[in-house]
């Protein structure tokens, strides 16, 4: 059923979309919970994506479990839709423009662009390898750095959210933090420090 959808099938997301609504309405009502999103109707949000999604679904990429990559991808919607959502309520200052992949525009909140991290090409290269390396991580490693970056969640709201101890989220963030490194060889100096010298990000 999934592969009909992203063939373009529109019964068929339909079919998907009513099959993982118990599961997203749940995402989304624990969303929009917290005082960073409390201002955002969570049944709007979810007609947006649902509207968006179908849109969208042919750059869905299918895994071994069809079902829950839509489900994970589903997931990401949701969070992209409030998180530019809450753009538009709440205007904040310095925000990096979204990629072409997908990935949020908060590269830039969380690296190192100040004077010291290098002239303003090295800044620039940076910042675009960075943008290019969130692109490459999981969707699981992804929604914590959005969830700290952009909702501003602490730790504790990340594992309630996430259905983890906070154990578990820390070794998540480590192993996404440890997969950036590596895929930005030496520039991940100043791009990862927003994500580790930060108190609230420290675990």
């Known amino acids: ?71 994970a991808w589903f997931r990401t919607q949701i969070r992209h839709r409030l998180i530019d959502t809450i753009r538009e309520l709440k205007p904040v200052v310095s925000l990096d423009a979204p990629v072409a992949s997908g990935v949020p525009g908060f590269a830039q909140q969380i690296a190192d662009i100040s004077p010291s991290a290098g002239t303003e090409k090295v800044r620039e290269e940076t910042l675009n390898a960075l943008k290019s390396a969130l692109a490459q991580l999981s969707a699981e490693q992804l929604e914590i750095i959005e969830l700290e970056a952009e909702l501003k969640l602490t730790r504790a709201e990340i594992a309630s959210l996430l259905g983890c101890t906070e154990d578990v989220l820390t070794h998540r963030k480590r192993s996404a933090i440890k997969k950036l490194q590596q895929l930005m060889g030496s520039q991940s100096q100043h791009a990862v420090k927003g994500l580790t010298s930060h108190p609230r990000h420290r675990y």
Not at 25 to 47: C, E, H, I
Not at 58 to 68: H, T
């Open 1 to 71: 059923m999934v592969i009909k959808a992203q063939a373009g099938d529109h019964g068929a997301f339909g079919a998907v979309w009513s099959a993982a609504m118990p599961a997203l309405r749940g995402y989304t009502n624990a969303l929009t919970s917290f005082k960073s999103s409390a201002m955002v109707d969570p049944d709007d949000l979810l007609q947006q994506v649902a509207t968006e999604s179908w849109t969208r679904m042919r750059l869905f990429k299918a895994g071994d479990n069809p079902y829950e990559s839509a489900l």
